[in-house]
């Protein structure tokens, strides 16, 4: 299996699968979110039809994953609601972890499911997974000051504020952080 058609293994919770989506599937997505190909012999699908309307992380990943298709490893997931195979969201981690093992992650919710855990849960499986990987030692989330939803659920995982950034797309944001002790020690 090639770097571009390889997808990483489905991550587990109680409510969610996270389903990797290979580097050529994202690439298709982005350039062609028509394209209903990406779905075939998928067990879910995708009615309200997450990063095709609202391209979200997509804008980012994809140039990196046609420079390096290995990078896809850390990239995007569709947030499967596992009850109906319904597509509820979407996550990904913003690249491998850096020189310090400090990895950031994202997630986007459909608002029709928000309020409901999910993003907890979908976070939880994701840093799970991902401190499989020994050179992970610092787990971040950014997120904007007035995100109180957003801050709340970091917060529950006892994740620490430490400082503030200027994002060229998003504008202010609270840098929060948690070592991979503290989460394992937590959770």
Same mark, same amino acid.
């Given at each position: 299996m090639s770097e571009w058609t390889r997808e990483e293994r489905i991550i587990f919770t109680p409510k969610l699968e996270l389903h990797h989506i290979c580097a050529l599937d994202l690439i298709t997505? /982005?350039?062609?979110? #028509?394209?209903l190909s990406i779905y075939e012999s998928k067990p879910f699908s995708n009615p309200h039809r997450e990063l095709m309307d609202n391209k979200g992380p997509l804008g980012w990943r994809v140039p990196q994953i046609k420079i390096n298709p290995s990078l896809n490893k850390w990239f995007v997931r569709w947030i499967v609601l596992s009850?109906? +195979? #319904?597509? %509820? =969201?979407?996550?990904? /981690?913003? =690249?491998?972890p850096d020189e310090l093992g400090m990895i950031e992650i994202g997630l986007g919710i459909n608002p029709k499911f928000q309020n409901r855990g999910f993003a907890k849960e979908a976070l939880s499986g994701m840093w799970r997974w991902v401190l499989e990987s020994p050179? %992970? +030692?610092i787990l971040r989330y950014t997120v904007s000051p007035d995100n109180r939803p957003s801050i709340s659920v970091i917060r529950h995982f006892g994740f620490s504020l430490q400082g503030q950034q200027m994002d060229e797309e998003d504008g202010l944001e609270d840098i929060y952080e948690l070592s991979r002790s503290e989460f394992l020690d937590r959770t």
């Open positions: 997505l /982005f350039e062609e979110p #028509e394209d009850e109906t +195979n #319904e597509i %509820v =969201g979407s996550t990904s /981690f913003h =690249g491998a050179e %992970v +030692n």
